[in-house]
């Protein structure tokens, strides 16, 4: 008898269209290659009792295997993990080897980790935790090596000693401009219309508070056009 599964998409941003899903596909593609069938895709926002109602509706349905996408990160809209102790009516219980990794992993950066990574450690009760971490490129650093006269702006999501580490990845990446998110700030940022930033060039740092993305975008535009600007003003010695 071949195994039937369901995939649960969570992202407000997914439900709402402003992005297209591509985690379900692949997905799908994978559990094919694997010879099991798909009975259900199912898309939901990032609120908990929605993911939850989910998770019961594909049990219900009697699938053996449950797929989730999204929601295992540190910041407030990652509630994956507590839709489905709810749903399976469970505990979430720390894994300490996953919090020694977490610890190494900042370690080797020499960053500080806030508490709120921790919840990436969070475990479902009776669950095993299966992490290959692999390291990546990092693309904006070699953006910043590869410049030459163009401009490159980046951006830090940052919860910790944000201004310090804005500032370091401004200078480790050769950038002209970061924009600095705090992620730690409910209600603003991811799954909202509006948000806080910070611009920081070599020159100083702009402080953006709350207002639309649209304005902060327009924001961002005016920082570069006055580097830019700067750029061609020849300087002048005396």
Not at 103 to 120: V, W
Not at 189 to 215: C, L, M, Q, Y
Request: contains cysteine; proline residues 3%; negative net charge.
């Amino acid at each position: 008898m071949r195994v039937r599964a369901g995939i649960v998409v969570t992202g407000t941003e997914v439900l709402s269209g402003k992005v297209s899903d591509r985690n379900g596909p692949w997905v799908s593609e994978r559990l094919f290659e694997l010879g099991i069938d798909l009975a259900h895709i199912t898309v939901c926002g990032d609120r908990p009792e929605d993911m939850e109602a989910q998770l019961r509706f594909l049990a219900d349905q009697g699938v053996q295997l449950i797929v989730t996408t999204g929601g295992l990160g540190p910041t407030a809209d990652d509630l994956t993990r507590e839709a489905l102790a709810a749903a399976t009516s469970r505990r979430l219980e720390r894994d300490a080897s996953i919090v020694a990794g977490l610890r190494a992993r900042f370690a080797r950066y020499a960053r500080p980790m806030s508490d709120t990574n921790l919840q990436q450690a969070d475990v479902i009760e009776g669950g095993v935790a299966l992490i290959e971490l692999e390291p990546t490129t990092d693309i904006l650093a070699e953006l910043g090596a590869l410049k030459g006269s163009r401009i490159v702006v980046g951006f830090a999501a940052e919860t910790t000693d944000v201004l310090a580490n804005a500032r370091k990845k401004l200078e480790s990446k050769s950038l002209d401009a970061i924009v600095l998110n705090d992620v730690s700030q409910p209600g603003i940022g991811f799954d909202s219309e509006r948000n806080a930033v910070t611009i920081i060039t070599h020159a100083g740092a702009d402080t953006v508070p709350e207002t639309s993305k649209w304005e902060v975008a327009h924001r961002v535009l005016d920082a570069v056009v006055k580097l830019k600007a700067e750029r061609k003003t020849p300087s002048v010695r005396r």
